[in-house]
């Protein structure tokens, strides 16, 4: 567990603690009531995501140069399978903190991205070499 999933577990106990001693178990329910919902819409953006992402099949994208344009630093690991659309091809990595995935499309580009606790670090565009055209024999 990092120090964001600890400090927003300590921050929600604090914040129901604090509810219950300023309004009892009316501040107690309301503030576990917003908490539930929260987690609700957490769970119901996951399952979409998954769902849509289980039309296609597993590492391919439409377009791997388009998919590149949309990536930044830090987004999470949800968010770059809601823009691919897929599930990515995990890669095998000797870094165990880092996790490896690579999407491609239909001209065999591919995008490959680093992540490292959940949120992406780094990304790479490889492009397909073009076939060789053939030499005019006459």
Not at 4 to 30: I, K
Not at 42 to 65: F, H, I, K, Y
Request: net charge positive.
């Amino acid at each position: 567990m990092n120090g964001r999933n600890l400090a927003v577990v300590t921050g929600l106990a604090v914040l129901l603690y604090g509810s219950f001693r300023a309004f009892g178990w009316w501040g107690f329910s309301l503030v576990s009531s917003g908490i539930i919902f929260w987690l609700l819409q957490l769970s119901t953006r996951l399952m979409q995501t998954m769902e849509r992402a289980a039309d296609q099949p597993v590492g391919t994208v439409n377009n791997a140069v388009m998919f590149h344009a949309q990536l930044h630093p830090g987004l999470r690991l949800l968010k770059v399978i809601g823009l691919a659309a897929s599930l990515g091809q995990r890669l095998p990595s000797d870094d165990k903190t880092m996790d490896i995935f690579e999407w491609r499309d239909g001209a065999n580009d591919c995008v490959r991205c680093h992540f490292q606790e959940g949120r992406l670090l780094r990304w790479s565009l490889v492009r397909a070499t073009e076939p060789a055209a053939p030499a005019d024999a006459t």
